[in-house]
């Protein structure tokens, strides 16, 4: 079992920054690609961004060029680094973990374990 903790969310307003963090616990995510979904209310779970065992990343067209996801093995942790935030933005981050040998998936329906999430709203 992997227990994922999000943390980092807040109030930002729009053009501004904001940094996720995912703590795993119970195994380390070395074995496991790791991603960010996010969910606005009345609508599905999107993917935002995922990070491989080596490092590859993928990004949705949505957040190109402003999100960039990252993961430290040793903290045992992913982040999302959020910039030039638009109110669109604005939803609760869930972060996510699959096994590693199944490879990188946009499907939420993929991943193997969730976090809670954590809110991020954006303010025009």
């Known amino acids: 079992q992997v227990q994922l903790e999000e943390s980092g969310g807040g109030l930002v307003q729009a053009g501004g920054s904001l940094r996720l963090s995912c703590a795993a616990s119970?195994?380390?995510?070395?074995?496991?690609?790791m991603a960010w979904f996010r969910q606005a209310p009345g609508k599905e779970r999107e993917f935002a961004a995922a990070?491989?065992?080596?490092?590859?990343?993928i990004v949705a067209d949505s957040v190109k060029g402003r999100f960039t996801i990252s993961r430290d093995n040793a903290k045992n942790t992913v982040y999302l680094q959020m910039n030039s935030l638009k109110p669109e933005d604005t939803a609760v981050y869930y972060c996510?973990?699959?096994?590693?040998?199944?490879?990188?998936?946009?499907?939420?329906?993929?991943?193997?374990?969730w976090g809670q999430g954590t809110q991020v709203t954006v303010s025009s």
């Open positions: 119970g195994r380390t995510i070395n074995s496991y690609t």
């Open positions: 996510s973990a699959r096994p590693g040998v199944y490879g990188i998936s946009r499907r939420a329906g993929d991943q193997d374990y």
């Open positions: 990070v491989g065992r080596s490092g590859t990343t």
